[in-house]
Every structure is written in structure tokens, then in C-alpha cells.
């Protein structure tokens, strides 16, 4: 406990750096956000998943933008929108709890 006290207490954050993080991954943080909007959307999950998987493995491998290729994804067209996507990848969305647990973290 007195090592971690300390790690923490010691800690440095440098916001910029972890942007720059976030954005090396090609927008692959926000594939959750996809699999489950699509789900919600009607598609069953196995189906939901393998169009997700595909194309999370193309922008992992290939480097490409992974919000490009859901917008050009052919199986997606008529189930959803490039307003629809554009509201899934949104960084706000997935920090919106953060305050929450970070404070479950300090109690």
C-alpha cells in the first residue's frame, strides 16, 4: 500500500500525451461503442461482432482510420448512419464517468 501511496502520489499526467495515445489507435477505442450500438440497432451479436472484429482487424493491421472504414463498411449501409457514427465516436461519451472513478478510486 505504501508503494502504490507513493507511485501515485508521484505520478505525472501529461494530457497531451495521452491524446496523442488515444489517437494512435486509429479510433479502435471506440469499437465497444460500435459493437453495442449496433446491437441495440437489431443486428444480432454474433453479426454485430464479426463486422466490428473485420474491421478493427484491417485498422489494426493496415493503419486506416477505423470510423472510415464503419462508414464505407457495405454490411452497414441501411442500419446506420454517418450521423449515427459520428455521435459513437466521441471522446466526451467514453470519459463522461470518469470523475465517478476516479473518485471510487481516492475514497
Known amino acids: 500500500l505504501d508503494k502504490m ?4 502520489d508521484k505520478l505525472l499526467v501529461y494530457p497531451e500525451k495521452m491524446l496523442d495515445n488515444i489517437n494512435q489507435t ?3 477505442i471506440y469499437s465497444q461503442e460500435v459493437l453495442l450500438y449496433l446491437i441495440k440497432k ?10 466490428v472484429q473485420r474491421n478493427a482487424f484491417k485498422t489494426w493491421k493496415e493503419k486506416i482510420n477505423f470510423k472510415r472504414l464503419v462508414l464505407n463498411d457495405k454490411d452497414l449501409k441501411g442500419i446506420i448512419v454517418k450521423e449515427e457514427i459520428d455521435r459513437l465516436f466521441n471522446l ?9 472513478v476516479y473518485k471510487k478510486i481516492i475514497k
Open 5 to 8: 501511496i507513493n507511485l501515485i
Open 92 to 100: 466526451n461519451k467514453i470519459l463522461k464517468n470518469i470523475n465517478k
Open 42 to 51: 437489431g443486428l444480432s451479436r454474433e453479426d454485430a461482432y464479426q463486422i
Open 26 to 28: 486509429n479510433g479502435l
